[in-house]
C-alpha cells in the first residue's frame, strides 16, 4: 500500500483547501476510501469515508456540511473539499483504504493549518 497525500496548506479561518490522495499497491476501485487526521498531542481520528463505487458517503459530525470527500476511479485518487474551515480543523490529514489491516502502511499526511 502506498498512498501520497497532497493539498495541504495555510488557511484562514473561513477559507476552503482541497486535498488528494493518490493510491497504490492495492485494487483501488475495489476499496472503500477513508480520510482521518490527527491534531497535536491528539489520536488520530476518522474523518470522512467513501464507498468503492462513490454511490455512499460518511462524514464526522465535527466535518459535516463543510467537508465533501470524492474519488476517481480512473486516476486512482480520493479527494477530500473542506471548506468554511475552522481553526479546530488544524490537523495533519492521511488517507487510507478500509479496512486498514495492521501491517498496512501510512502515508506522510499532508498539515493543514486554519489560522489568521
Known amino acids: 500500500v502506498q498512498l501520497v497525500e497532497s493539498g495541504g496548506a495555510l488557511v484562514q479561518p473561513g477559507g476552503s483547501l482541497r486535498l488528494s490522495c493518490a493510491a497504490s499497491?492495492?485494487?483501488?476501485?475495489?476499496?472503500?476510501m477513508t480520510w482521518y487526521r490527527q491534531a497535536p498531542g491528539e489520536e488520530r481520528e476518522w474523518v470522512a469515508g467513501i464507498n468503492s463505487a462513490a454511490s455512499s458517503t460518511y462524514y464526522a459530525d465535527s466535518v459535516k456540511g463543510r467537508f465533501t470527500i470524492s474519488r476517481d476511479n480512473a486516476k486512482n485518487t480520493v479527494y477530500l473539499q473542506m471548506n468554511s474551515l475552522k481553526p479546530e480543523d488544524t490537523a495533519v490529514y492521511y488517507c487510507h483504504k478500509f479496512p486498514v489491516m495492521p501491517y498496512d502502511s501510512w502515508g506522510q499526511g499532508t498539515q493543514v493549518t486554519v489560522s489568521s
Open positions: 499497491g492495492f485494487t483501488f476501485s475495489g476499496m472503500h
